[in-house]
């Protein structure tokens, strides 16, 4: 049996982390996998296979961070030594770097668009991904920006998996909500800019018959929470926190929005879909053009524009035939993601690289 080694920071709340733990298991039905950590004391998801804990948890500061890029390194080098891995896939950044100085025979999955990175990540781009078996970005935007602004010819892009009867299950648990709503999913960061979903929806005419729903946690919650003061949306938006099972509300949502600006390959639009909810999402780089097809599953609007995003939330929910229509096209929208599928491509990627 072929052994497989997944690395990735940690198991811990996240979209990346969620990929991993989903390969995982669709590896280990025809696979030895190893899901290789360097923080494991916060485990989230379930995950096949072995867990292997290197305890070399993130450091702050230049000189910290550099001593445990080299000391994650050595470990995994000492690692892959022994057990004599015949795919090793790196996930994010963290895990990346370390792996590829560890093995060229890794291939690192890129979550996230080059030019968002900070510049000494960009640097560390630079210097370690084409040293790379392969560079496997998650979207196809992502990918041209390596080929055109890096010149890397290492580059496949791969997809990430979607457990849809997994989330099926999950998101048939008994639910009440007291109103309508519309739910959105990810960390309070700037990133996400939860701000102008906001006030986009505090200025809308559907907030009076619907709440607002986020779903995360992060630094800008007590920002975003004297936002909602501040508008006269006590009572209609809801900052619940990070929870285990977002998809519960995913099925029982009117619609979901996303507000970025900027992704990788956002996971919750995906998830979303796979559970026939609609979507409005800005079409920020990268990612969600390739998800939201316009006038099919759900709408794709203009980045950093609160009055779209406005009319959009408005024109979604009051009209429930276009709704009705998103709703019936969204799981075959997104089913060439299966976790079947998206592991059989790992390996050929693997395979023919």
Known sequence: MQKIALIINSLSSGGGER???TLSQGFAKDYDVSVIVFEGNDIDYEFGGKLVDLNCPSKNGFIGKSFNLLKRAYK????FKESKFDHIFGFMESANYPAVLASRKTIASLHIDFNFLSPTEQKLVRWIYPRAKLVAPVSDDIAETLRTQLKLTNVGR???????????????????HPRKFIIAVGRLTYQKHFDLMITAFAKSKTQQECDLIILGDGELREELEALVIALGMEGKVH???RLKNPFVYMKNAEFM?????AEGFPMVLIEALSLTCPVISTDCPTGPREIVKEGVNGLLIEMDNQQVLTDSIDKLFYDKNLREQFSKNAQESVSHLSVENI?????TLSNNS
Do not use: D, H, M
């Open 19 to 21: 990929v991993v733990a």
């Open 76 to 79: 995994l080098k000492q690692l």
């Open 158 to 176: 791969i997809y990430n998996p979607v457990p849809f009867e997994e989330l099926r299950q999950l998101a048939s648990v008994p639910f009440e």
């Open 239 to 241: 900052l619940l926190g």
């Open 257 to 261: 929005t996303l507000s970025s600006r």
């Open 343 to 347: 592991c059989r491509e790992w390996i």
